[in-house]
C-alpha cells in the first residue's frame, strides 16, 4: 500500500501551559505528519504566539474566541484542500487539543493499526492523565441510554497493561482521534451544534452507521488534561455553564441517533431520571447541580423542531447500525447500579456520585460530572458478600424463622399491637381529621406515630399492615444493619463490628419486643444504634457537619418519641452529658434536643397534664405482657421481662466479656463510657419497672436497649484487647480463651434459642376481630358497640379500631358513666341504658370466652335484646332504648394550621439534615472521639 498522508491539526484556546508539551510532542513524532497546521480561537495567554513560532506563521489559522472545537477544525481542512491519492493513498486527519501531549510513536501505531484494519475509519490513542502519569482515562467510550458516558475503567484506575489490545468501541475522544478525510466529508465531520463535550460521540455514532469501524488502539498513547471539562481554563465558546452544555449535548446525541421508538424510550428515561437527579441536588443542597440538570433537559425538550431537525440529518443507516452499535453501549444493568450508588452516597452523608459512581476527587473538584465508569457485571456477587449484607441476610434468616408461626396470616396482632386493619389512607385520615368519630368521640391529637406509620405504609403500596410487618418481624435484622453501619467509624475491625451488631440484633429486648406485639419498642431498638452514631459524629465534626448530623439526630429522635415517650428524657440525660463534656457541641446539641419538641409539640403538651403516659408507649397496655415480680437477675442479664424471653444464660457471654473488659489498661475512656451508659440503662429500667400507669406496670424495654447498645459497643471496641490477658500464660490466659468462647457464644445462642423455641407470646398471624362481625353489619352511622371482655370494656364505631384509635384519651367523666352503666349490665342491676343509649351505643358485645352465667343475666335485662350467641363469636345484645347520636365536637382552629406547619417543619428538617457536598476538610476528618478514645 502506498504511504498515507496525514495532516496533522492543533487547536488551542488559552492552553499555552500545555500547549509547549503537545507541540514538542508532534515534533518527535516516529512518524511525523506530512502537514501541520494550528488553530487559535482567540486565546489570551500567548497561545497564538506559541503556534506560529513552532508551526510558523504560514500554518496558523486565527478564528474568533466562540468558535467551537468542529468549526475551528471545518476552517483548517478548508485552507487545507484535500491531497491527490494516486495508488490508493489515503488522507487521514489527526486532531490534537492543545492539553494532548501524544507519545513520540502514537501517530506511527495508529497508522499501523489502519492498515491492519481496512474498514477502520476512526482510530484513537490510550489516553491517560496529565497529572498522574499512571492513571489511565480513556480507551474509547461507550453511552447508555440515558447519554452517561463510560469509559470502562474504575476509579483512579493505573495502566499496568490490562487493556492493551486494539479492539473496536462505540467511540473515542477528538484528543488525538485519527480519521480518514473522505469519511469526515461523507459524514459531514463534527457538528458544529455541539461547541465542546460529546461532538466526537455524534461523528463516531455517525461513521458507525455509515458502516464503517471506530477502533481504540492502545499501543498508542497520549496525556490528556482534560482542561474544559475539569474547568481548569474558562470557556468561552457558549454562555453555558460546563456541566450543563456537558449534559445537555449528552441526551441530544442519544436522541438523535436512536432509532424511532428506542428514542422514545430513552426520552421517558432522561426525563424521568433528570428529576430525580434534580431531586436528589436538591436535598443535598446543591442549587447549581440541579439547575444545571432542570436547564439542560429543558433545553432539549423546548426545541423540538432542532431534534427532528438532527434526525433527519441522521437517518442514513441509522436503523441499521443500530444492530451494530447496541452491542457497544452500556448494558441496561447500568443504569440501575449507578441510581443505587447515587442513593447509597447520599444516605452515607456525601455528596450525590457522578454519573461514574465515584466522588471528585480534591484534585479533580471540577471534572465533568458527566464522566462514567462501566457497570460492572460483579456487582451483585460483591454486594452479596460484603459482611454487613451477609450479617444481614443470616439475620433476616434467623427472623424467618423463628417468626414462621406470624408469617402467612391475614391480620397480624396480639399483645400490645392492635389487630392490624386499614390502608396508608385511612391513617392520613386519622391523623388529619380534628374530631375523631371513635370510641366516644375525640377532639385530642392523634398519636404521632400514626403519621410515622401512615408514611412507612405509603412507601409500601398503601399497605398497613406489610409496613407493621416490616417494622416488627423485621426489627431483628433491621437492628444488626444499622448497628453495622452505625459502628463502621467507631468499631474498626470488621468481625467485632459484625459480631457487635448481631448480639445487638437479638438481645432479648428485640425477641421479647416481637412476641409481644409491641411495636413502639421494635422502632426504638433499630434506631438506638443511629442515635449512638449520630452522638459521635456531633460532639467530633466540624461545625458544618455537626449541625447537619443535629438536625438528622433531632428527626430520628422525634420518630423514636412519638412511638415511645420515654425515649426523650432518656436520650436527654445522655445528651447534656455529651454537651457539658464537649463545650463545643453545646449548640448542636441543643439542637437535636429542641427538634422532637417542636415537631410534637401539641402531643407532648397533652402528655405534660398526665406525666405518667410517658412512660406508655405505641399500642395497647396489657397487665399480662409485664412480670409483676421479675427475678432479681433479669435486668443485668438485659432481660426486660415478659413473654418470648430467652433464659438467663444466652446473654451471659456479653456481660462476661464487659466485665473482662474492666482487667484491661488501655482505653479506659472506652470502657468508662460504654459500662456507664449500660449502668444508666439499668437504673432506668430498674425505676420505670416499679411504676405503674393505669393500673399497668411499665416495661423497661427501651431502657435495656440503651443499656445493651452501650455494652455492645465497649465489647466490640475492646476485644483486641483481650491479648494483654494472655500475658503471662497459666490462669489468665485460660481466662482470655473462655471470655472469647462466651462472648462469641452470645449471638450464636440467643439466635439458636429463637429459632427453636419460636416466637411464643400473645402476637399471632390470624389476630380474631375486636367487633363481631353481626354487630358491624347492623349497626349504622353514628352507631357505637360496647365490646365487654373480662372485666374492661372499650366503645367501637362499627368496626375494628385503627392503630393509635384505641390510645386517644377518653374523658373521665364520659367513661366512669359508660363504667358504671357496664358493670350494672354485668352485675345484673339493671344499669343505665339510657346512659348508654346517650352516648350513641346501640349494641352491647361480649368477647369469648363468655364467663358462666353472663349470657343469662344479659338475657335478663329489659333493655337488651339477644342477637347471637355462640362460644367462638361471643354474644350480641342490641339495647332497646332509642340511641341518641353523638353530635361532632368542635375542633380547636389551630389544628389545621398547625398540621401544614409541622409539614413544613419537616420538610425544611429534612432538607437541613439531608448531606451535602462534602468539604476537603470533611472528608479528611477523624473518626468519631469514641473511637479514638
Known sequence: MSRPYVTAIVVAHDGARWLGETLRGLASQSRRPDRVAGVDHGSRDGSADLLAQTLGSGSLISLPRSTGFGEAVAQALEKLPPVPSPGGRDEWIWLLHDDCAPDRRALEALLTAAAHDPKAAVLGPKLRDWLDRRRLLELGVTVGRTGRRDTGLEPREFDQGQHDGTREVLSVSTAGMLIRRDVWEQVGGLDPFFPLFRDDLDLCWRVRNAGHKVLSVTSAVAWHAEAAARRRRRIAVSGDHPRRLDRRNAIFVVLANLPFWPMWWALLRNVVGSAFRTLLFVVSKQPANALDEVVAMGSVLAHPFRLVRARRARHHGRKKGYRRIKRLMTPRGAAYRRLTDMVQSFLAGQAPLDSAGRHHQQQQAAEDEYAVVPADTGAVKRFLSRPGVVLM????????????????????????????????????????????????????????????????????????????????????????????????????????????????????????????????????????????????????????????????????????????????????????????????AIVSMAIALAVPVALLFPWLAELATDPGRFLLEAGLNDPTLVDASPAPESLPALSPGGPGLPPFWVTAGLLVAALAALLMRRQRVIVAIGWGTALYGMLAAVLVSRVTVAGVRVWPGVPLAFAGAGLVVLVGLTAHRLSELRVGGGPRRLGAGVVVAVAFSTPLLAAGFWVVNGVRGPLVRDAPDVLPALAAARTTQGERTLVIKGSSFTVLHGRTPLLGESELPVASEARTRIGAAAQGLIGGRGGDAAALAESGIAMVAVAPPIPAGLARTLDSQPSLRRLSLSETGGGVWALTEPVTRVPAQPVSVLHTPWLLAQGALVLVMALLAAPGRRSPEEAEAPAPALAGA
Not at 425 to 446: K, N, Q, R
Not at 479 to 500: F, M, S
Open 393 to 584: 441476610l443470616a439475620l433476616t434468616a434467623v427472623a424467618a424463622v423463628a417468626e414462621r408461626s406470624l408469617l402467612g396470616g391475614e391480620r397480624l396482632g396480639g399483645g400490645a399491637l392492635v389487630p392490624v386493619t386499614g390502608g396508608a389512607a385511612d391513617l392520613w385520615a386519622f391523623y388529619t381529621e380534628g374530631f375523631h368519630d371513635v370510641g366516644l368521640g375525640s377532639t385530642d391529637w392523634a398519636p404521632p406515630y400514626v403519621a410515622v406509620l401512615a408514611i412507612a405504609s405509603t412507601l409500601a403500596f398503601g399497605k398497613t399492615w406489610l409496613a407493621v410487618s416490616v417494622l416488627l418481624l423485621g426489627s431483628v435484622p433491621l437492628a444488626g444493619a444499622t448497628a453495622y453501619l452505625a459502628t463502621r467509624h467507631v468499631i474498626p475491625a470488621v468481625p467485632a463490628r459484625a459480631w457487635a451488631a448481631g448480639t445487638y440484633a437479638l438481645l432479648p429486648v428485640a425477641t421479647g419486643a416481637v412476641a409481644a406485639g409491641r411495636l413502639g419498642t421494635a422502632v426504638v431498638f433499630v434506631l438506638v444504634p443511629a442515635y449512638a452514631s449520630l452522638t459521635a459524629t456531633l460532639v467530633s465534626a466540624e461545625r458544618r457537619r455537626a449541625r447537619r448530623t443535629a438536625w438528622a439526630l433531632g428527626l430520628l429522635l422525634a420518630v423514636g418519641t412519638a412511638f415511645v415517650p420515654l425515649v426523650y428524657p432518656l436520650y436527654a440525660v445522655l445528651g447534656v452529658l455529651a454537651a457539658v463534656a464537649f463545650r463545643h
